[in-house]
């Protein structure tokens, strides 16, 4: 709009400027020769007095100084002249007509003339100033000051136009993000519903979408949740059976009792799991604002994990840690660390150690958890993906070497409800790395 504003103020002072010239260019043909003659008439009569006395009554009054010249070119009152008032002269002589020859900032208008007795003349006004000659200029602080008028109306008007196309797409952005950050309440505001746009269309297509993925989030973890519940009773009934049942076994059939018990127990963890990522992911489990040491929590998980490592020839070790501080809930801030780790007990090569570190972030504002084993690693493509409910890779981590596909979609979302992050990357050198990172702030 500036630029638009611009070009338009250019153009109108371009186009008053041309027609100024051509307003000059008429005067000066129309109003030259009778000054030009009154010149001839009181020089022919009264000689140089008259001639000096008439133009000592006109300074001031006009922007211009005239010059009398005879046939031979000589000016009548001896005062020297410019080269440009000698070009007017000598083109009006030979034109006999009105002559405007253009200088520098003003511009001179040659006449021929014959006086009442017939003595030829040329009559040359030198004037000091582009622009009319015969009435007043506009001074130039005028028109900078209604340059800068134009501007500021143009600039308000901008604004106005900029911050009502902009707003409402500004709160779109924000209840976007809002939602990609797991809000499923995010909603754009009733006022940038009012309009009669396409921006106000926008944003109720993007409500109704909302209310429709909370719907379906919730939806979705009422039935786990159900399921889970409802699953526990028959598993409890299931487990008083198999009690009784093994008081009265014979030896042949306690080794398939056993097994039933060993994959009860395996269903019992699998609810464990679904009712606890249920309750992370609906905002119900309440996080208690207790000081945890993390240094002291990951070293408790590493004593856990090295002790079920032992019995199947691995080891866990704890590499670096830092004292540190944050407020949170113990328990699943444990729980968290504690599924990474077992992971990586479970996956890494026989006679090799699970390496655990605390570090602080680069600027300080977080501490990280980093558990690495040496296992098989994950292929790049699911590196994104093996935080979701239920997800196994194919290759090594499938449903008969590992758990349910729970664990790390735990820990995924305790960490995200303390404010922190999960990423995982392979190791140049072999196997997983698993990073929790925590604001310490």
Same mark, same amino acid.
């Given at each position: ?118 003595t030829p003349y040329v009559l040359v006004l030198e004037m000091n100033r582009r622009g009319s000659g015969w009435g007043p200029q506009v001074p130039s602080h005028v028109q900078a000051l209604q340059f800068l008028l134009v501007l500021l109306i143009v600039g308000l008007i901008s604004l106005w136009i900029t911050r009502h196309i902009t707003l409402p797409m500004v709160q779109l952005r924000a209840a976007a993000n809002q939602l990609a950050r797991g809000d499923l309440s995010a909603r754009v505001r009733p006022e940038s519903l009012h309009r009669k ?61 056993? *097994?039933? !018990?060993? %994959?009860?127990? $395996? @269903?019992? &963890? /699998? ?6 990522? +249920?309750?992370? =992911?609906?905002?119900?489990? *309440?996080? !208690?604002? %207790?000081?945890? $040491? @993390?240094? &002291? /929590? ?6 856990? +994990?090295?002790? =079920? ?133």
């Amino acid at each position: 709009m500036a630029l638009v504003s611009l070009t338009l103020i250019l153009s109108s002072v371009w186009s008053a400027s041309r027609t100024s010239r051509e307003r000059d260019e008429a005067i000066d043909r129309a109003m030259t020769p009778l000054i030009a003659d009154n010149f001839a008439d009181v020089y022919d009569r009264d000689g140089k007095r008259g001639l000096e006395e008439l133009m000592a009554r006109g300074r001031g009054t006009f922007p211009w100084r005239p010059f009398l010249f005879d046939r031979t070119g000589h000016e009548v009152l001896d005062r020297s002249v410019s080269p440009a008032v000698v070009e007017a002269f000598h083109r009006a002589l030979l034109s006999r007509q009105t002559e405007i020859v253009e200088q520098g900032d003003g511009r001179c208008v040659g006449q021929y003339i014959l006086a009442n007795s017939g003595t030829p003349y040329v009559l040359v006004l030198e004037m000091n100033r582009r622009g009319s000659g015969w009435g007043p200029q506009v001074p130039s602080h005028v028109q900078a000051l209604q340059f800068l008028l134009v501007l500021l109306i143009v600039g308000l008007i901008s604004l106005w136009i900029t911050r009502h196309i902009t707003l409402p797409m500004v709160q779109l952005r924000a209840a976007a993000n809002q939602l990609a950050r797991g809000d499923l309440s995010a909603r754009v505001r009733p006022e940038s519903l009012h309009r009669k746009d396409e921006l106000a269309s926008l944003g109720r297509d993007f409500n109704y979408m909302a209310e429709q993925i909370e719907l379906l989030m919730n939806a979705q973890r009422r039935l786990i949740a159900d399921i889970s519940h409802e699953l526990r009773s028959p598993l409890a009934r299931l487990s008083v059976a198999l009690g009784l049942a093994h008081r009265t076994v014979n030896p042949e059939t306690r080794a398939s009792l056993h *097994r039933i !018990e060993r %994959e009860a127990h $395996r @269903l019992n &963890e /699998l609810i464990g799991g679904l009712l606890n990522l +249920a309750r992370l =992911e609906s905002g119900t489990e *309440r996080l !208690e604002q %207790e000081s945890v $040491r @993390l240094d &002291e /929590l990951v070293q408790s998980v590493a004593d856990d +994990a090295a002790f =079920e490592a032992a019995s199947h020839q691995r080891g866990v070790r704890v590499l670096s840690t830092f004292v540190c501080r944050r407020k949170g809930n113990t328990q699943l801030l444990r729980s968290a660390i504690e599924n990474v780790a077992r992971n990586a007990v479970h996956y890494t090569a026989a006679g090799t150690e699970v390496e655990i570190s605390l570090h602080p972030w680069a600027d300080g504002s977080s501490a990280v958890i980093a558990i690495r084993d040496h296992g098989p690693g994950v292929p790049e493509a699911a590196l994104h993906t093996i935080f979701e409910p239920f997800f196994r890779v194919d290759d090594a981590r499938d449903r008969f070497s590992g758990g349910a596909g729970l664990g790390l979609s735990i820990t995924d979302r305790v960490i995200r409800a303390h404010g922190g992050a999960v990423r995982a990357h392979n190791h140049p050198e072999g196997g997983l790395v698993v990073e929790l990172s925590l604001p310490l702030a």
